[in-house]
């Protein structure tokens, strides 16, 4: 059965941060490490991965503002505000030196983490993330997830209209019933209206502000992904000074969610865990 965001929490706890009540579940013990939903989703999107993770690490995994249970009092939302959010709510559970990780529109948050504070965590993986380097480009990933996502025709708006969310409930009923499970049935127009500012006008970084994300990093694409293009996310990789990278093949768009999630979980692991482990030294006795 699928949780209404509406319904009091059985599970996980709010803290309060930023002006919010950001809703995080917590799972594992160990180092902390913070995860980061995609677009139209919630900290769930993370639940088949949580075993594997949950087994190593002190694993958080919030919802976004305006996503799920958190709240959102200021309308519009942005990448920045989203990237100041998990700032606070670091802060306010007191986690020193996180690993970050961020899958789609989490890695966008990720990114923008790393940007504004490159120091602060031990280590970011960004899971269908890429540079933003060409606003164009970016306007065009967007119309192709309006067109063939959200099933809204014409050209790219600067806002979303009524109209817009009536074409999806014709269109896309799945996907309207997949935000309003998430967000509740009546409360996921308001999400998507106050999220279309940072999907049609995403924030650029220059090669000079990757250049300071000197923690690891971890740069993962799939090669079915048809809204992050492959050359893209290689930019990414190309820009970050310490970084890795892994194209899983047939991996969609979903991510952790996809057919492939268990490949996924081995990549993470086996990136994650040379991050926070401790080297065994040995010693030659004469």
Same mark, same amino acid.
């Given at each position: 059965?699928?949780?209404?965001? %509406?319904?009091?929490?059985?599970?996980?706890?709010?803290?309060?941060?930023?002006?919010?009540?950001?809703?995080?579940?917590?799972?594992?013990?160990?180092?902390?490490?913070?995860?980061?939903?995609?677009?139209?989703?919630?900290?769930?999107?993370?639940? %088949?991965?949580?075993?594997?993770? *949950?087994?190593?690490?002190?694993?958080?995994?919030?919802?976004?503002?305006?996503?799920?249970?958190?709240?959102?009092?200021?309308?519009?939302?942005?990448?920045?505000?989203?990237?100041?959010?998990?700032?606070?709510?670091?802060?306010?559970l007191g986690i020193q030196k996180?690993?970050?990780?961020?899958?789609s529109d989490g890695?966008? !948050?990720? /990114?923008?983490?790393? !940007?504004?504070?490159?120091?602060?965590?031990? *280590?970011? *993986?960004?899971?269908?993330?890429?540079?933003? %380097?060409?606003?164009?480009?970016?306007?065009?990933?967007?119309?192709?997830?309006?067109?063939?996502?959200?099933?809204?025709?014409?050209?790219?708006?600067?806002?979303?209209?009524?109209?817009?969310?009536?074409?999806?409930?014709?269109?896309?009923?799945?996907? !309207?019933?997949?935000?309003?499970?998430?967000?509740?049935?009546?409360?996921?127009?308001?999400? /998507?209206?106050?999220?279309?500012?940072?999907?049609?006008?995403?924030?650029?970084? $220059?090669?000079?502000?990757?250049?300071?994300?000197?923690? %690891?990093?971890?740069?993962?694409?799939?090669? $079915?992904?048809?809204?992050?293009?492959?050359?893209?996310?290689?930019?990414?990789?190309?820009?970050?000074?310490?970084?890795?990278?892994?194209?899983?093949?047939?991996?969609?768009?979903?991510?952790?969610?996809?057919?492939?999630?268990?490949?996924?979980?081995?990549?993470?692991?086996?990136?994650? /865990?040379?991050?926070?482990?401790?080297?065994?030294?040995?010693?030659?006795?004469?």
């Amino acid at each position: 059965m699928t949780r209404d965001p %509406s319904e009091a929490a059985s599970q996980g706890q709010y803290a309060s941060a930023n002006g919010l009540r950001i809703y995080f579940e917590e799972h594992g013990t160990g180092h902390p490490l913070l995860l980061l939903h995609g677009g139209f989703g919630t900290h769930r999107d993370w639940d %088949s991965q949580l075993p594997a993770l *949950a087994a190593h690490f002190r694993v958080i995994a919030p919802d976004f503002r305006g996503h799920g249970r958190t709240d959102n009092p200021t309308g519009p939302i942005s990448y920045e505000m989203m990237a100041q959010d998990n700032f606070a709510l670091i802060e306010a559970l007191g986690i020193q030196k996180p690993v970050i990780v961020g899958m789609s529109d989490g890695s966008y !948050v990720a /990114l923008q983490m790393s !940007v504004m504070a490159p120091e602060l965590a031990t *280590a970011y *993986a960004f899971l269908g993330g890429w540079l933003w %380097s060409a606003t164009e480009e970016s306007r065009r990933g967007m119309l192709r997830i309006q067109h063939e996502v959200m099933g809204i025709d014409g050209p790219l708006r600067a806002e979303l209209a009524d109209e817009d969310t009536r074409q999806m409930e014709q269109n896309r009923p799945q996907i !309207v019933a997949y935000l309003q499970a998430n967000h509740g049935r009546d409360a996921w127009k308001t999400y /998507l209206k106050n999220m279309w500012p940072a999907w049609t006008r995403p924030t650029e970084h $220059g090669p000079d502000e990757l250049q300071r994300i000197t923690p %690891s990093t971890l740069v993962v694409v799939g090669d $079915g992904d048809s809204f992050v293009p492959l050359k893209n996310a290689v930019d990414l990789y190309e820009h970050l000074p310490n970084a890795e990278m892994a194209v899983i093949p047939g991996m969609d768009p979903n991510y952790a969610k996809s057919e492939r999630g268990d490949l996924l979980s081995q990549i993470l692991m086996h990136f994650l /865990l040379r991050q926070v482990e401790t080297p065994t030294i040995c010693l030659t006795i004469p």
